[in-house]
């Protein structure tokens, strides 16, 4: 996937719906990182303009902070989503997946799409969110721990768990403040 500042992957054919493509490199979706496709026979290639963007795989998030700003921006990027036909249950979300302009600080995903077994968007975010723990160095990691729990156990929409996570952002700039 990631390898000597490009990202390309192969794809079986027909993963990647029609209206899907015409969307996702069309740059309309600008949570997404624009994609080109080239077709032959077996399969389909894709590869993503990453351009001043890296993988968060590449970087240690060492701050429960930094991590709850990643968490709700992709949650705003699935919530977005939909908007476009682009189905957030579909989405593979990992830190392979989500990029990360460190001079702008901006986020931007990577759209892969999962195969029928694994469309479970709330296992993948909490996965997600387990992922981002894992590099804390700050002792306030429980923050993620109970994010992903939320996330896990109770049936609430995108608004609600971006909610959620703001909420835990005060709780933890009131604790570290004061």
Same mark, same amino acid.
């Given at each position: 996937?990631?390898?000597?500042? %490009?990202?390309?992957? /192969?794809?079986e054919? #027909?993963?990647?719906?029609?209206? %899907?493509?015409?969307?996702?490199?069309? $740059?309309?979706?600008?949570?997404?990182? +624009?994609?080109?496709?080239?077709?032959?026979?077996t399969? %389909? &290639? =894709?590869?993503?303009?990453?351009? #001043?963007?890296? +993988?968060? /795989? #590449?970087?240690?998030?060492?701050?429960?902070?930094?991590a709850?700003?990643?968490?709700?921006?992709? *949650?705003?990027? @699935?919530?977005?989503?939909?908007?476009?036909?682009i189905?957030? =249950?579909?989405? &593979?979300?990992? &830190?392979?997946?989500?990029?990360?302009?460190?001079d &702008?600080?901006?986020? !931007?995903? =990577?759209y892969?799409? @999962?195969?029928?077994?694994?469309?479970?968007m709330?296992?993948?975010? =909490?996965?997600?969110?387990?992922q981002?723990?894992?590099?804390?160095?700050? #002792?306030r /990691?429980?923050? *993620?721990?109970?994010?992903?729990?939320?996330?896990?156990?109770?049936?609430?929409?995108?608004?609600?768990?971006?909610?959620?996570? $703001?909420?835990? !952002?005060?709780? @933890?700039?009131?604790?570290?403040?004061?």
């Amino acid at each position: 996937m990631w390898n000597n500042k %490009e990202f390309k992957i /192969s794809l079986e054919l #027909g993963c990647i719906l029609e209206y %899907e493509k015409i969307m996702l490199s069309s $740059g309309m979706c600008s949570f997404f990182l +624009p994609m080109q496709f080239l077709d032959d026979d077996t399969a %389909e &290639t =894709a590869w993503y303009n990453c351009s #001043g963007f890296a +993988p968060l /795989s #590449g970087y240690q998030i060492e701050k429960t902070e930094d991590a709850l700003y990643i968490l709700e921006k992709v *949650l705003l990027i @699935l919530n977005k989503s939909v908007e476009y036909f682009i189905s957030p =249950a579909k989405t &593979t979300i990992s &830190t392979e997946t989500v990029f990360y302009n460190k001079d &702008t600080d901006e986020v !931007k995903m =990577a759209y892969i799409p @999962l195969n029928t077994q694994k469309q479970n968007m709330r296992k993948n975010l =909490a996965s997600f969110t387990i992922q981002l723990k894992q590099d804390i160095r700050d #002792g306030r /990691s429980s923050y *993620l721990t109970d994010a992903s729990k939320y996330i896990l156990q109770h049936n609430y929409d995108f608004k609600d768990m971006i909610n959620k996570v $703001g909420t835990y !952002k005060r709780q @933890l700039y009131l604790e570290t403040h004061q």
